[in-house]
Structure formats: structure tokens, C-alpha cells
């Protein structure tokens, strides 16, 4: 029905008291250098330093980690396939004329551009869930008040992200309630007992904004909210593993420039 | 689904953070215009935020037997318009990608244009098409809603389509190819989007009327006349 949330994972991880930057170098200094990268082999080398961290060090369940994987690795199937039907180039191995204007082929260039894009999802996906599953949303909002973001918008963030948890617990509720009553039997019941919960759910999130509303004004709120954060100290040991992390890496999206699979 | 981590390669993912830009820059200022206007407003804007990200994380009971998520943006379009709703969606794809691994951060912009900008810009103009003539509201808010979702995968496929154009027949056949690909699926849960979104209206018409006349989503009798047909 409703999917486990990262956050919550991300709360008691094994990571959790590392400095946010470092995390979030390994993170997006890995979606970068798998985008710089033009051969398979960097983002493979990333997904794996990433994941065996993720599972390692941050101690993070194997079979939760491979359920996250499993949803965007079949969507990256399907348009990886696309890829490799139209791309076309030389080498042929197969090709098929079904429509006039429609010609499927499958090259050698069409193998190895399919390969590279899938592994450079395969890179992107663990660098952006080390992130996700490292670093709580709550440092986050910390970094993003020292980047400068517009007050309004790192305020209307942090009410979604309230609400969010807020809402999610009054859905549970809501839906225990109409499986118990077999709200979902059929796909028309299913429908209407599906909307009946949104509905629900929208007048309460609205309640429950309009009480935040009262609760803030009863403490002077003025427009503007206070973060606090607890800034955790650069330790050498854990920078110097991302640095190494990041050379290698950018080591690896160098010299393998021009290395295909074919 | 959106458009996930590393797909789309450098060039493509700056140029759609470039488009959607100016669109986010505009969404802050009237996001600024109307705090100052009313302060109350900015707990509403966050709830709704919430309930687009709590939509989108439930799966949708769906025909092909495979689940999906609905976008919920055409319901946040008709009741704020679209530039807010572009704001709150950038926020809810940010959280999407980092609490539940949908879509990413280099891909981020791609996604907001799609789901964000173009989706709701749409459904709207549906909405502010059909709104002061004689169509039902429900039938207004099926329309914007299933719209807005249809647009979002439309804009998928046209965004993957131009980084990955077919050798014989170029971007027409890629586009043609992926949006075959996503129809199978979308067109049937862009539909149940439609309806449910559409019966949620009627029960916040039932229910709670006052907050679709405070937003002015309809003339104030046309919801009030509803309300007490029901």
C-alpha cells in the first residue's frame, strides 16, 4: 500500500553521526563522476564502493536495500532496451524493419551505449541512496539554511516535512480501518474506498495545517522559523575515506575513457 | 514513475535544470507575494505538499494489474494554480528522490519540468477553460486532473526521447517508441487519477465546502448547491 520511508532508516544508520558534508561529497561527488564518466566502468566502480559501504558501515538491512534497488533497476531495464533497439551504429548483430518508419537494430555501439547507461544508473541510484540512507532529511535543512535558500521555501519544506509523517500516520489509520470492513475486494470498491481515503486525508492534513497555524501564532510566530542545528565535527579518517573515494574514482573515469564491453 | 538517477546524460540533465529555473524563480516570488498578502497561508501550502507526496507514495489500485502512483499535481493546480504548485512539486520530488528513491538529484530538473511545470500548467488551463461554463465541477476536475497526468508522461518521454534519439527516423521514432511504452500504463492510470481525484473533490464538497470557497476554486453558490444536492 504505502512504502517504507528512507528517513526512517536514515535516522538510526550507522553513518548517522558522520559530518553531513563529508556524506554529501561521497554522494553527489559520485552522481557527478558517473555523469563525467564515458565508459561502464567508474559508475560500476561507484555502485559497488557505495553499496558495500551502504550495507557495511552503515549497517543498512541487505534485504531492504536490495527491495529499494529492484523498482528502478526494472524501469532502467525497460529503457535501456529502448536504447538498445533505436540507437543504431555500426556493427550490426540483428535488425528489423517492422513499420516504415520504425527500424529496430542491435549493434555493437547499441550493446555497449545500453550497457554504459544502465551501469550509470546502476552509480546514480547508490550514490543518491547513500545520501538518502546516510544523511536524515533534518541536516539536510541545515545545510540548505547555510546555502542560502530562500527563507520561504526551506520553511515551506520543513512543513511538508512535518506534514508528511503527520498524514502518514492518520492514513494507516484510515486504511486498517477499510481493509477491516474489505474495502478493497473488487476494483470499483477498491476505487471508491481509495478516494474516501485521499478525500479524508486531505480534510484532516487541513485541519491539522490550521491548527499549526494557531499553535504557532499562541508562540510569536512571525514568519519565520528557527533551525537548530548541532553541527558534527570533520574527522580525518571518515574525509580521507571520501577523498580517496572520489580520487579513485576520478582516477577511474579517466583512464577508462575509451573502455566498451564490446 | 519519474525519470531516475544517471539516465539522462550531463548535457540533457543541466539544460532541463536550466528550463526549469525561471519557472522555480517565479514560483518563489508569488510564493513571497503571498505570504506577505497572508501569512496563514504558508501551513496550507505545506499541507498540501504533504498530500502530493503522500499520493504519489501510495499505490494506485491499477487495471494492468501493476501498480502505479498517481501525480495528484492537478488537484493542487486547480486549488493554487500552477507556479505555486511547481514550488511544492520541486520540494516533493527533492523528498521523493531522498525518501523513497524515486527519481534523483541530476535528474531533478527533468522531473520538476515534467511533473512540475508542464503538468500542472496544463491541467489548469483545463480547468480555467471549463470553470465559468456550464460543465460539472466533478467533470472539470476528472479533466484537469487526468490531463495534468497525462502531460507529465508525455514530457518523460519527449525528455528521454531527446537524449535518446533513433538512428533511422531520429527523435519522432524514440518519442513515438517510449511513449508506447509508457501509454500501455499511463493512459488507464491517468484515467482511476481522474476519478479519484474527482471523488475526492465531492467529498471535500460534502464535507467541507468552506475550503474550496475561501480558495475560490468555484463561484462560491455552484459548491454550495452541491454541497446540499448530496
Known amino acids: 500500500m504505502y512504502e517504507e520511508l528512507l528517513e526512517d532508516i536514515a535516522q538510526q544508520n550507522g553513518l548517522r553521526e558522520v559530518n553531513t558534508y563529508t556524506k554529501l561529497a561521497a554522494g553527489l561527488g559520485g552522481i557527478l563522476l558517473c555523469l563525467l564518466s564515458t565508459s561502464y566502468i567508474a559508475p560500476l566502480f561507484i555502485a559497488i564502493a557505495l553499496s558495500l559501504s551502504l550495507l557495511f558501515l552503515a549497517r543498512i538491512d541487505k534485504k531492504t536495500y536490495g527491495k529499494i534497488f529492484v523498482a528502478p533497476v526494472i524501469f532502467a531495464l525497460f529503457s535501456v532496451s529502448v536504447i538498445l533497439l533505436l540507437s543504431g551504429g555500426e556493427g550490426v548483430f540483428w535488425s528489423w524493419q517492422p513499420l516504415s518508419w520504425l527500424s529496430l537494430s542491435i549493434t555493437r555501439e547499441s550493446i555497449n551505449e545500453s550497457i554504459f547507461v544502465f551501469f550509470r544508473v546502476l552509480g546514480g541510484m547508490s550514490a543518491l541512496l547513500f545520501i538518502a540512507l546516510t544523511t536524515p532529511m533534518t541536516d539536510l535543512f541545515i545545510v540548505m539554511k547555510r546555502a542560502r535558500l530562500p527563507e520561504e521555501v526551506l520553511d515551506l519544506a520543513m512543513i511538508i516535512y512535518r506534514t508528511i509523517f503527520m498524514i502518514m500516520a492518520h492514513l494507516v489509520l484510515v486504511y486498517q480501518a477499510q481493509m477491516m470492513r474489505l474495502g478493497y475486494r473488487s476494483f470499483r470498491e477498491s476505487i471508491r474506498s481509495f478516494a474516501t481515503l485521499c478525500g479524508a486525508v486531505f480534510i484532516a492534513s487541513w485541519e491539522a495545517g490550521e491548527d499549526l497555524i494557531k499553535a504557532m501564532e499562541a508562540r510569536c510566530y512571525e514568519g519565520k522559523f528557527a533551525v537548530l542545528g548541532e553541527g558534527r565535527p570533520v574527522r580525518l579518517p571518515s574525509a580521507m575515506a571520501v577523498f580517496s573515494f572520489l580520487l579513485v574514482s576520478g582516477g577511474i573515469v579517466v583512464t577508462t575513457q575509451h573502455l566498451t564491453i564490446l | ?230
Not at chain 2, 516570488?29 to 503571498?34: A, P, S
Not at chain 2, 521523493?96 to 496544463?122: C, D, T, W, Y
Not at chain 2, 534519439?165 to 521514432?173: D, H, K, S
Not at chain 2, 479519484?196 to 448547491?225: H, N, T
Open chain 2, 1 to 230: 514513475m519519474h525519470i531516475m538517477e544517471g539516465f539522462l546524460p550531463l548535457q540533457w540533465a543541466l539544460a532541463w535544470w536550466l528550463v526549469a529555473a525561471p519557472c522555480l524563480i517565479f514560483g518563489i516570488y508569488r510564493l513571497k507575494r503571498i505570504l506577505e498578502a497572508n501569512r496563514e497561508a504558508l501551513p496550507l501550502l505545506g499541507v498540501t505538499g504533504g498530500f502530493i507526496f503522500i499520493l504519489s507514495s501510495l499505490k494506485l489500485p491499477s487495471v494492468t494489474g501493476s501498480c502505479s502512483h498517481p501525480t495528484g499535481t492537478g488537484l493542487s493546480s486547480v486549488c493554487f494554480g500552477p507556479w505555486i504548485t511547481s514550488l511544492i512539486c520541486a520540494i516533493v520530488l527533492l523528498f521523493q528522490s531522498l525518501f523513497l528513491a524515486h527519481g534523483g538529484l541530476s535528474v531533478l530538473g527533468a522531473n520538476i519540468v515534467s511533473m512540475g511545470i508542464v503538468g500542472p500548467l496544463a491541467g489548469w488551463g483545463i480547468y480555467r477553460a471549463l470553470r465559468d461554463t456550464g460543465v460539472s465541477m466533478y467533470l472539470t476536475v476528472f479533466l484537469a486532473c487526468t490531463i495534468a497526468d497525462l502531460c507529465t508522461y508525455i514530457v518523460t518521454s519527449l525528455e528521454l526521447a531527446l537524449a535518446y534519439p533513433a538512428e533511422v527516423g531520429g527523435f519522432a521514432t524514440s518519442f513515438a517508441l517510449f511513449m508506447g511504452i509508457f501509454a500501455l500504463t499511463q493512459i488507464p492510470l491517468a484515467i482511476v487519477e481522474g476519478v479519484v481525484l474527482a471523488l475526492v473533490f465531492k467529498y471535500i464538497v460534502q464535507l467541507k465546502p468552506e475550503i474550496l470557497v475561501r480558495l475560490k476554486v468555484f463561484p462560491e453558490d455552484r459548491i454550495r448547491a452541491a454541497g446540499s444536492d448530496s
